[in-house]
């Protein structure tokens, strides 16, 4: 998948390059850069000693040596002091830079660290944010396989506000979603038991069902549909590309010609939510496609309402949201 978060030590990531939190000597240094220079072995200062230094924002690449990585890209991010020093501009500046010289070299994947959120200071929520902003750029353009490592407790990595505003959507929706459960059950069991009867029921039982209800023509009409040719129709509805849909959708290309050329393709749930938040899907609509693929979102899984959450605020930007996944410990979009 393009943009993945993880835990782990960058000195342990397969990917043909990882990216370095430096200081602008670049030789050598605490944190993530110690653990780089230690696992890569001598001849990387050696390397480095050549580079003559490394201004904030900027970019430059040595091999890897001992790391099972092929290159080492060393960005130097800025250090915090208050928020209005310019920081965020370099920390973007890092990114950007280590991103575009991935591209130079044709490289297919890349992981990162959380610069400039160790010794440099950075707040976590703030500098994953960036982080998360600006490779999400870049890859609504282009195709690489960016990893994001982050090392330390995952609850420091999103915003107090978002994750309280998370948190109570969360409650929230247990309690508020209730009714619904219970009418569908009791729509199920008038179904079975009197199939050709109308159904009566209350206002208020209603209400919230009501309002999900689509016309019932089109859903006979669009009952055949397997979840393949919906993604398609879909995507030609809404105007959109094949490449815009499956970058949006944080799904790599190879997926998405499969999921193309197989119209009875069964894509796992999390490949199907995130063509819904690709497509700007509102909740019966991704409802709708979920069920095509044999889904639902359900009111008792933290996973499903973290994502009616972001679809409830008109919020369809996949990689924040699995930004807050990651920080809810929840499985990413886009496998
Ligand atoms: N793998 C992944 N992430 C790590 C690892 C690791 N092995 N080790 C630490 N982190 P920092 P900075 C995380 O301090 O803030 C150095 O001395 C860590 O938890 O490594 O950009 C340089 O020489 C934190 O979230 O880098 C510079 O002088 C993130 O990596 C200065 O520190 C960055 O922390 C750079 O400071």
Redesign the pocket.
């Known amino acids: 998948m393009p943009l993945e978060i993880i835990r782990n030590?960058?000195?342990k990531v397969h990917a043909d390059a990882i990216v370095n939190?430096?200081?602008s000597s670049l030789l050598?240094?605490?944190?993530?850069?110690?653990?780089i220079h230690r696992a890569a072995g001598p001849e990387l200062l050696a390397e480095c000693r050549n580079l003559g230094g490394c201004k904030a924002g900027n970019a430059k690449m040595t091999k890897a040596y001992n790391l099972p990585a092929k290159y080492i890209i060393h960005t130097v991010?800025p250090v915090w002091y208050d928020g209005k020093r310019n920081e965020e501009k370099l920390l973007a500046d890092c990114y950007r830079n280590a991103l575009a010289l991935a591209k130079d070299y044709n490289l297919e994947s890349i992981a990162f660290?959380?610069?400039?959120?160790?010794?440099?200071g950075?707040p976590?929520d703030r500098a994953l944010k960036t982080a998360i902003s600006v490779i999400g750029d870049f890859l609504l353009s282009n195709d690489m396989t960016v990893y994001l490592?982050v090392?330390?407790k995952i609850s420091f990595t999103l915003s107090e506000k978002l994750f309280s505003s998370i948190t109570q959507y969360i409650d929230d929706k247990y309690i508020e979603e209730l009714p619904v459960d219970r009418y569908n059950q009791f729509e199920q069991r008038h179904i079975d038991f009197y199939p050709e009867e109308p159904m009566f029921s209350s206002r208020e039982v209603l209400a919230p069902v009501i309002k999900r209800k689509r016309s019932l023509i089109d859903v006979v009409k669009n009952l055949d549909e397997t979840f393949s040719q919906r993604l398609l129709r879909l995507i030609d509805e809404k105007g959109m590309t094949d490449s815009e849909t499956y970058k949006k959708a944080n799904i790599d290309r190879k997926l998405f010609s499969k999921i193309r050329k197989d119209i009875y393709y069964k894509p796992s749930k999390h490949t199907a939510i995130a063509f819904a938040i690709a497509l700007g899907l509102n909740q019966d609509e991704t409802k709708d496609l979920l069920l095509k693929a044999g889904f639902a979102l359900s009111h008792s899984s933290k996973f499903d309402i973290i994502i009616q959450y972001f679809i409830d605020n008109g919020n369809y930007n996949i990689f924040e949201i699995n930004g807050a996944l990651f920080a809810f410990g929840q499985h990413l979009l886009g496998v």
């Open positions: 030590d960058i000195t939190a430096a200081n050598g240094g605490g944190g993530v850069d110690g653990a991010g660290p959380l610069i400039s959120s160790g010794t440099f950075y976590k490592v090392f330390d």
